[in-house]
Nanobody, 124 residues
Framework: QVQLVESEGGLVQAGGSLRLSCAASGRTFSSLSIGWFRQAPGKEREFVATISASGRTSNYADSVSGRFTISRDNAKNTVYLQMDSLKPEDTAVYYC?????????????????WGQGTQVTVSS
């Protein structure tokens, strides 16, 4: 079993930055691909970014490409999501998700383990 815990989100002004982290326990972290997803009120959960187990491959949604950066530190069992140039439309609950695979997936249905989510609010 895998436990994923996101760091606390927060309130930030448009144009600002925020870094989320996702700490994992319960299974060899380096065997997990990790994804970040988000869900705004009244909307479906959507893909944000993903990183392969080795960290060599990452993938981003078009809406965040060039503004968000996903990275991982396997020695610390942690994945990070650096969010820069934030926009009000980035406001959502952010979730990290994991799957035992070397491949990074964009599809929400590919992930087996989920964190509890953390609220990110971007004010205009």
């Amino acid at each position: 079993q895998v436990q994923l815990v996101e760091s606390e989100g927060g309130l930030v002004q448009a144009g600002g930055s925020l870094r989320l982290s996702c700490a994992a326990s319960g299974r060899t972290f380096s065997s997990l691909s990790i994804g970040w997803f988000r869900q705004a009120p009244g909307k479906e959960r959507e893909f944000v970014a993903t990183i392969s187990a080795s960290g060599r491959t990452s993938n981003y949604a078009d809406s965040v490409s060039g503004r968000f950066t996903i990275s991982r530190d396997n020695a610390k069992n942690t994945v990070y999501l650096q969010m820069d140039s934030l926009k009000p439309e980035d406001t959502a609950v952010y979730y990290c998700a994991g799957r035992s695979s070397v491949i990074a997936f964009r599809n929400v249905n590919e992930y087996h383990y989920w964190g509890q989510g953390t609220q990110v609010t971007v004010s205009s």
